[in-house]
């Protein structure tokens, strides 16, 4: 799933069966606030896409600040931020370096004040969609949940038959 609010209400009020996974753009500069509490009112489990901003966050002075009193890099500060909010955080990398440094997230915690500066850094701060992004990842949250049907045809046309039969009905 990559959905925004009333995407995911529409859906739930439209089937018995409740996404076990909602994946959203959330990092420090866009938290979507709205999204994170529809999914745990729902009992959804986050998954973050774009954990990192595609690096625009990691120059934040709070988060340097932050990364430099606990030995840290920013993209290591930012993981534990998602992680000690309960969501699922998945950095891409592909560089041997960078996949160490984003597993290396496991060995301090960020006290209630650090958690509260990278709070405030929420500005609606979306990354713009890569040359390679898909129709999900540009659905703005004001889009009309009637256009959102339409994606799920589009997106049935290549799933198998018996995941998208009820979507369809």
Same mark, same amino acid.
């Given at each position: 799933m990559n959905r925004q609010r009333l995407h995911l209400e529409r859906l739930i009020n439209a089937s018995?069966? #409740? +996404? =076990? #996974? *909602?994946? /959203?753009e959330l990092h420090p500069a866009l938290q979507n606030r709205d999204v994170i509490a529809a999914n745990t009112r729902h009992g959804i489990a &986050?998954?973050?896409?774009? +954990?990192? !901003?595609q690096a625009a #966050?990691?120059?934040?002075? !709070?988060? &340097? &600040?932050?990364?430099? =009193? $606990?030995g840290k890099t920013p993209a290591q500060v930012v993981?534990?931020? $998602?992680?000690?909010?309960?969501?699922? #955080?998945?950095?891409?990398?592909v560089t041997p !370096?960078?996949?160490?440094? *984003?597993?290396? /997230?496991?060995d301090f915690d960020l006290t209630v004040?650090?958690?509260s500066v990278i709070d405030a850094l929420d500005r609606d701060g979306r990354t713009p969609p890569s040359s390679t992004a898909n129709d999900r990842a540009s659905i703005p949250p004001s889009r009309p949940a009637s !256009?959102?049907?339409?994606f799920l045809m589009r997106s049935c046309a290549h799933a198998p038959k018996r995941a998208c039969a009820r979507r369809n009905q």
């Open positions: 018995t069966i #409740v +996404p =076990a #996974v *909602n994946q /959203v &986050t998954e973050v896409w774009s +954990p990192l !901003a #966050v990691l120059g934040e002075p !709070a988060v &340097t &600040t932050i990364a430099t =009193a $606990h993981p534990r931020w $998602h992680l000690q909010e309960g969501r699922i #955080v998945i950095p891409k990398s !370096a960078r996949i160490a440094e *984003n597993l290396d /997230v496991f004040d650090e958690l !256009a959102g049907d339409s």
